[in-house]
């Protein structure tokens, strides 16, 4: 790998790491490793400005708000940080961009409001069947950590989220756009800006490229009208997954639901796109970890089977999880309430009432009084103060060999670390008499 090109990135450049979490520790060790003795400056407006401090080296740290950002040549943001309006974007670029800039011929990126974790490493184990992959991004691997260890003939998957494409004008060789809810209105402001910054998973492709798209997705398929379909051209009936032209029968693995034999139907597509054959195929999917957290099937306890869906934070989410699991009997809603509309859940809870429905914290006594006032409330409904309420509520309603589904539909930043804590401490309670 020509690391020339990389250290061309930086040499002779001012630079300014925007937030010293963990892509900003990834692009100081990346920056250091290429060019050390080029002086570096940290801005950091949190718990990264002291960490900073203690963690480097010919180094200036800043506080965010005394920073003057004009001065750079080039701004590594990281996720998550929203710019002001008015600051002058035109040095700002992120990791992506520049992976993307330089990878982007051995990249298979995947966003998508919810799913893009589960399709990206299913895909990432599939093609470790017949090429050196890395798995990297949003699951929780900055993709500056692959740039050193990147040879010629390897191949990076890549899950992108919304924050990691905004500043992005590079994209990926195969571009998998899965699905488009309401999400992250607290830092896009509308819900066109949230899917315009998605958008770049496929604007800036070139000819020979490919780009995977959801059927719904009506004003992307526009701009790509080559685009192969998720539920059309690509999907799952069953244990049964169709691609154009062909079909195959996976038995063997341990996804559970509905649409995770459709990320899985993706997976077979993208390995054909890359000669991994479907003997190859079936064993990858066979041996396949599933994520935590995602439709995690955590077992059976006291007759009742526990499954873990607390990656869920929108309605759609956890109307998809219990849609995948019709053996389900009660599901836990309920989180932070960050003002995101529930009318898609509570129409579907109101008709569904076989489906037993427990709310918890902020949003789901939201979502339990706006159903009240719109007469969509019914007798399967029970309103609990925390998890550990809901969950013996759950266990009472919940018939033998049947499932109490977490699938909280709304973030978990309220009462827990984040939606890992609140799956463990599920578990935790699930298996506790």
């Not at 002058?88 to 966003?111: A, W």
């Not at 992250?184 to 509308?190: A, N, P, R, V």
């Not at 006291?302 to 934070?313: A, E």
């Amino acid at each position: 790998m020509n690391l020339e090109s990389w250290k061309e990135e930086f040499e002779g450049k001012r630079i300014m790491i925007w937030g010293y979490g963990l892509e900003g520790k990834s692009s100081y060790r990346l920056i250091r490793a290429l060019c050390p003795g080029l002086k570096l400056d940290i801005a950091d407006g949190g718990k990264g400005y002291e960490a900073a401090k203690a963690q480097t080296e010919n180094t200036a740290v800043l506080k965010e708000e005394e920073t003057d950002f004009s001065s750079y040549d080039m701004i590594l943001k990281s996720p998550g940080i929203v710019p002001p309006a008015d600051l002058n974007k035109e040095h700002m670029t992120s990791q992506t961009e520049l992976f993307l800039k330089h990878f982007r011929d051995q990249t298979v990126g995947i966003t998508g409001t919810k799913g893009k974790s589960t399709t990206t490493a299913v895909t990432e184990a599939v093609l470790a069947m017949k090429y050196r992959t890395h798995l990297v991004g949003n699951i929780g691997i900055p993709c500056f950590d692959a740039v050193l260890d990147m040879e010629e003939n390897d191949l990076a998957v890549f899950e992108i989220s919304c924050h990691q494409l905004e500043y992005t004008r590079y994209s990926p060789h195969v571009a998998v756009y899965l699905n488009l809810y309401e999400e992250h209105l607290d830092h896009y402001g509308s819900f066109e800006a949230y899917g315009e910054a998605k958008n770049h998973i496929y604007r800036y492709q070139k000819p020979g490229d490919i780009c995977i798209l959801n059927e719904a997705l009506s004003a992307q398929r526009q701009e790509c009208p080559g685009a192969v379909l998720i539920g059309k051209d690509i999907r799952a009936e069953g244990i049964t997954l169709f691609n154009p032209g062909r079909t195959l029968t996976v038995r063997d693995c341990r996804l559970i639901g509905a649409h995770n034999y459709s990320n899985l139907a993706i997976a077979w597509y993208i390995a054909g796109l890359y000669g991994v054959s479907d003997g190859e195929f079936l064993e990858a999917a066979r041996n396949f970890q599933p994520l935590k957290h995602r439709l995690q099937d955590l077992g059976t306890f006291g007759q009742v089977r526990f499954v873990d869906d607390s990656i869920s934070t929108i309605g759609q989410a956890c109307i998809k999880a219990a849609e995948s699991l019709p053996e389900t009997d009660t599901v836990l809603i309920g989180g932070m309430d960050r003002g995101i509309d529930y009318t898609e859940l509570e129409q579907y809870l109101h008709d569904h009432p076989q489906l037993f429905a427990v709310f918890m914290y902020a949003t789901g006594k939201r979502i339990y009084r706006e159903m009240e006032n719109r007469g969509l409330a019914h007798a399967n409904m029970q309103v609990c103060e925390d998890l550990a309420e809901a969950v013996e509520c759950a266990r009472k309603h919940t018939r033998p060999g049947h499932i109490c589904l977490l699938s909280p539909a709304a973030s978990s930043y309220d009462h827990f670390k984040n939606f890992e804590e609140r799956g463990d401490i599920f578990r935790k309670l699930a298996f506790r008499l």
